[in-house]
């Protein structure tokens, strides 16, 4: 029997071929109607029916070597279907295909199909598929808690909650904990409490009442450090101590629920912020396909989609920094300030809620909207100025989700680069001493994961939340704040724990992820934050152009059109069903990723390509 067995799902047997063999024919079968038209599908059983509504395009013999084969040309309802399938996750409706069979021939039918692709590229259903999509290619997790639930520290604002009906200021807001008596309009010494009106930046145009702690406008307050009170600056320390919520309480977090912190943790709720930072790098890759962005804004780009509580982290980190004017700043929460900003299909603009275009400078200005900074510790003195914005890389859910740089240089290597991190086998490595990007067999995989995970170095956490506040996360280095004394390195208290415990065993001078010498981490403890790639060294073949940070990191996976590569690839995969084999298809690829350029790097063009090409209207 001819081993390559290619025929309808629907079609009907023929008798087998007589064979040498006694053993009974009935497994046969089964195989025969599993196969498809391909002869290597697995598509389920389809219900009977005609040739063309099984998919298949019975041709006419030829003189050809395949002369009485069947052909693996899908007909048009199974074109439709596919096409649905790719674009929108789900099957025609009844309408449509009874609406395509009207339209006349197979001719009128197929270009039914091309029309049908135009109306759902446009369609926000096409958004929502490539959200999906994003999803799970990138895969990023929640940002992990801090401490017990439902603490995850992202927020830096301490939450307040609405005095309870039946006090005397019962409908005003407060600290979730600490002010016992200011529902009762009373500081603990029986004085009256402060109490202040203002409008609020989670409900713009309307006013509330802030009591107790939360309503303090003092510039100044105080705050325990190890058993002593401090006074401390309320405008960079934030809701610590005695300080109040700040202008239009920025600096508070409104919780509506029972217990404080669980709407903004919990990952069913879509609205939550935990949820929304790890859908953030997802949804601003939809944004890019909805509104014919190139890709590479993914991560070389100095914006980003966010709705209101998500940006309101971004604001709080600038905050943390001593970016102090952004107190005052309405533009990220008064929707008259945003109603001109692209957003996604399913929000309108000025929508608080809709995932709108934001310039991530501007809401943390130590994300640097310069696209050559270059700042080398070793020889340059000072505070760094902050490292480049670079789309998803600098993105709060990216670089919370992976707490350690080789992680995020990892991560960023395996999915926007499509780099395999595999072990090695049967080889022989020098014995490890300290570095594993060149010592030991982990230097296999480390010797092209430190050149990325250099670049990803100076974002830290520190310490855990307490109702929304608390964590710390650092930017070493960086601006007037995060600076330490020089005996940090040492790791006596009070820098015993993380991040300078990480940061004093791994940031090892004369290491492939550390390259400075002792003599000048001695001179500057800072200079263990370098973090691009030295002249010296290479990352998938490339030399730095000395940008700092992780958009060091994207410069260099584009020149190396390894970043072109992977998006074609997994589009590919998301419309025609496979991945593009890079050793045995590079033709092929490099075939793909050219039209994919041609076309300006956007991702609607090069799907409808991919849905008229010849491999997608063909069963194999």
């Not at 409490?193 to 702690?213: D, Q």
């Not at 490292?387 to 995020?408: C, D, H, K, Q």
């Not at 990352?539 to 970043?563: C, E, M, Y």
């Not at 998006?567 to 050219?594: F, N, T, W």
């Amino acid at each position: 029997m001819n081993p390559r067995i290619s025929m309808c799902l629907d079609a009907r047997l023929e008798p087998p071929a007589p064979v040498r063999s006694p053993s009974p024919l009935w497994w046969v079968l089964p195989l025969v109607v599993w196969v498809g038209c391909s002869g290597e599908g697995n598509s389920p059983v389809e219900p009977p029916g005609d040739s063309q509504d099984a998919g298949c395009v019975e041709p006419p013999p030829t003189n050809t070597p395949d002369a009485g084969e069947r052909s693996d040309v899908l007909a048009p309802s199974r074109l439709l279907r596919r096409a649905s399938l790719a674009l929108r996750g789900i099957p025609p409706t009844d309408a449509e295909y009874a609406e395509q069979e009207a339209a006349g021939d197979a001719a009128a039918q197929r270009a039914f199909v091309d029309a049908f692709v135009d109306r759902t590229l446009k369609q926000p259903v096409f958004y929502q598929t490539m959200f999906e999509h994003a999803r799970d290619w990138f895969n990023i997790p929640l940002v992990p808690r801090t401490a017990d639930e439902p603490e995850y520290g992202l927020l830096q604002q301490r939450s307040i909650q609405r005095c309870p009906a039946g006090t005397a200021k019962a409908g005003a807001w407060k600290y979730f904990r600490g002010d016992a008596t200011a529902c009762d309009g009373l500081k603990a010494d029986g004085s009256p409490a402060e109490e202040r009106n203002l409008e609020p930046w989670w409900a713009p145009g309307t006013t509330v009442t802030l009591v107790g702690g939360a309503a303090n406008a003092s510039a100044t307050g105080t705050t325990n450090v190890n058993g002593n009170p401090v006074t401390v600056n309320c405008a960079t320390a934030g809701p610590e101590g005695t300080c109040g919520c700040g202008p239009n309480a920025v600096r508070c977090h409104a919780d509506f629920q029972q217990y404080a912190g669980w709407e903004d943790y919990v990952a069913y709720n879509g609205e939550g912020q935990r949820r929304l930072a790890s859908e953030e790098p997802a949804r601003l890759y939809a944004h890019l396909a909805w509104h014919d962005r190139p890709m590479t804004d993914l991560i070389l780009g100095t914006y980003s989609v966010a709705p209101t509580r998500l940006q309101a982290a971004y604001v709080m980190q600038g905050i943390v920094g001593g970016a102090t004017g952004l107190l005052d700043d309405d533009s990220w929460w008064r929707p008259s300030r945003f109603s001109s900003a692209p957003v996604d299909p399913e929000h309108s603009p000025g929508d608080p809620l809709a995932w709108r275009e934001y310039p991530v400078p501007a809401r943390n200005p130590f994300f640097l909207a310069e696209r050559d900074y270059r700042f080398d510790p070793r020889t340059q003195t000072g505070a760094s100025k902050g490292i480049p914005a670079a789309g998803m890389l600098t993105s709060l859910g990216f670089l919370n989700a992976y707490p350690r740089e080789r992680v995020r240089g990892a991560r960023a290597l395996e999915t926007l680069a499509c780099e395999v991190l595999a072990p090695p086998s049967g080889q022989t490595f020098n014995a490890y001493r300290r570095d594993p990007g060149t010592e030991g067999p982990c230097q296999h995989c480390h010797r092209r994961l430190d050149p990325a995970a250099i670049h990803f170095k100076r974002y830290a956490k520190q310490g855990s939340a307490s109702e929304g506040y608390g964590a710390q996360y650092f930017m070493p280095g960086v601006g007037t704040v995060w600076h330490w004394p020089a005996r940090w390195r040492t790791g006596e208290y009070p820098y015993g724990g993380d991040p300078f415990s990480h940061w004093n065993r791994w940031y090892a001078p004369d290491t492939l992820l550390t390259p400075v010498t002792e003599a000048q981490a001695q001179t500057n403890p800072e200079a263990l934050f370098v973090d691009f790639l030295p002249p010296e060294h290479t990352l998938l073949g490339q030399v730095s152009d000395g940008t700092v940070g992780p958009l060091g990191f994207a410069k260099l996976i584009v020149a190396a059109g390894a970043f072109d590569r992977c998006v074609v690839r997994h589009l590919h995969a998301q419309v025609l069903g496979r991945d593009i084999d890079p050793a045995k298809e590079a033709g092929y690829l490099d075939e793909q990723v050219a039209r994919y350029i041609a076309d300006g790097r956007k991702v609607r063009p090069y799907v409808k390509s991919l849905t008229r090409s010849d491999l997608f209207q063909r069963g194999r």
